[in-house]
């Protein structure tokens, strides 16, 4: 298939489903995925051939929709470019959307007031596009802009390696709206200062992204080693791990590291303490006699179990939401709370994922396709690993509720946090009460 024929099949596509794109732009997202995904099998040619093809064809869709929906557009650059970060393009494949995408983005971008040069730059970036880069860096940087895009925006910097990152995530973890999206970007960065960037603003982060940040710097095996650095240093508290967090560090297979987990921590269970049950008692006994407030405890849910469960619409949604959930009766809510690997739903078992470079991920499952791996972390974060990037991946016999809570909190935090998830509404609700079997501490 030479080059005109090939150009002129992206426009009789485009001319194809004109109409439709005009009013769906959804159907263009699907259309973008089927064109990245396609394989010519019933006329074998040369991978060159078949890459321009899927190319070319894609091609007479942006363009199309670039001059007659700028929503369309949109959705489908954004759509574009978030495979194009997930692995989920091929190397040869993005050259040549770079090359066949060069004329009409270019003219985008040369317009400052076209309602798409943010979209266009954003994927331009991706394959290095110096002026593209620019743009970007000034996007992640506008405290004007939408918090979507900036965090594309960092996102892409991040992909592109680009110079600016770390001095740009720097700047947006020290403001509080953006530190989330700055913690988002990074965790998808190979920088080994990734670890000083991070560390250098944890104090200054909310109380409920701290213990996204340290998920993060368990992920790999530099920026694990700078963690333990503080922790050895006393000026990060070893309590500020989990348990699973510690074992993820030990997932790293790095002997080094190992060592400190035990100097630290002492020897880790990869199975679950029969000594819980004894633990779900002592609990009892302490709920019992210790008075707790229910207001304050949304403050200790918002910091600790938000990070996974939502209750009353606070929190995220990575576990189940404990509005309606896992609260039956004052002992199943104990049993969960701490001995949470106890029984474990098939749909909330964790898995683990070691990438090819010696990335390390635990999360629920989303989806496990041909195409990618997509798990959904602690702070509901997802995780998208290109398949061909998956080295290892095995199912944990241990809830993604880690154990050992009782060590982050303190009695009077415990306290208040169960008088909080004891009662069946609101704390604002007039009408809330007790759930079943759960004591009326006085």
Request: proline share 5%; net charge negative; hydrophobic share 45%.
């Amino acid at each position: 298939m030479n080059k005109s024929h090939a150009e002129a099949q992206g426009r009789g596509v485009g001319a194809t489903f004109s109409p439709l794109l005009r009013a769906s732009a959804p159907l263009c997202e699907t259309l973008l995925a089927v064109v990245l995904t396609t394989t010519l099998t019933a006329h074998p040619v040369s991978a060159a051939e078949a890459t321009t093809a899927d190319v070319s064809t894609l091609v007479g869709l942006l363009e199309l929709v670039i001059d007659a929906d700028a929503d369309t557009a949109r959705s489908c650059l954004r759509t574009l470019a978030e495979k194009i970060r997930g692995g989920e393009v091929d190397a040869a494949t993005v050259a040549e959307l770079k090359k066949k995408l060069a004329e009409p983005l270019g003219q985008v971008l040369a317009r400052g007031d076209n309602p798409l040069a943010a979209d266009a730059a954003l994927l331009a970036a991706l394959w290095g596009d110096a002026a593209a880069l620019k743009s970007v860096g000034v996007l992640a940087a506008n405290e004007a802009a939408p918090l979507d895009q900036r965090q594309f925006a960092l996102q892409t910097l991040v992909f592109a390696r680009d110079k600016q990152v770390l001095r740009l995530a720097g700047t947006l973890l020290a403001a509080g709206e953006t530190q989330r999206i700055a913690l988002l970007a990074l965790s998808r960065s190979d920088d080994p200062a990734v670890a000083d960037t991070v560390l250098a603003a944890y104090p200054a982060l909310g109380a409920e992204l701290q213990p996204q940040a340290i998920e993060l710097l368990t992920q790999r095996v530099a920026w694990a080693k700078a963690l333990l650095a503080q922790i050895a240093a006393k000026k990060l508290p070893a309590a500020a791990l989990n348990v699973n967090q510690v074992r993820k560090l030990l997932s790293l297979g790095d002997a080094a590291l190992a060592a400190e987990v035990g100097r630290h921590w002492g020897a880790i269970r990869d199975g679950r303490d029969p000594a819980r049950e004894q633990l779900v008692g002592q609990m009892r006994d302490l709920l019992g006699k210790t008075p707790g407030d229910p207001r304050r405890g949304i403050t200790v849910f918002g910091k600790l179990c938000g990070q996974c469960h939502k209750i009353h619409g606070q929190g995220q949604e990575v576990g189940p939401d404990i509005t309606a959930n896992g609260r039956a009766s004052y002992e199943q809510l104990l049993s969960n709370v701490f001995d949470p690997s106890l029984v474990i739903g098939a749909s909330y078992q964790a898995r683990t994922v070691r990438t090819v470079d010696g990335v390390v991920l635990t999360g629920l499952l989303v989806e496990d396709s041909e195409q990618r791996v997509v798990l959904k972390a602690q702070g509901g974060k997802l995780e998208t690993i290109a398949r061909e990037d998956v080295e290892a991946m095995k199912i944990s016999e241990l809830s993604l509720m880690p154990e050992g809570i009782e060590k982050q909190l303190q009695p009077q935090e415990i306290a208040d946090l169960f008088a909080f998830i004891t009662l069946d509404k609101h704390p604002d609700d007039k009408s809330a009460r007790l759930i079943p079997g759960a004591p009326a501490v006085k």
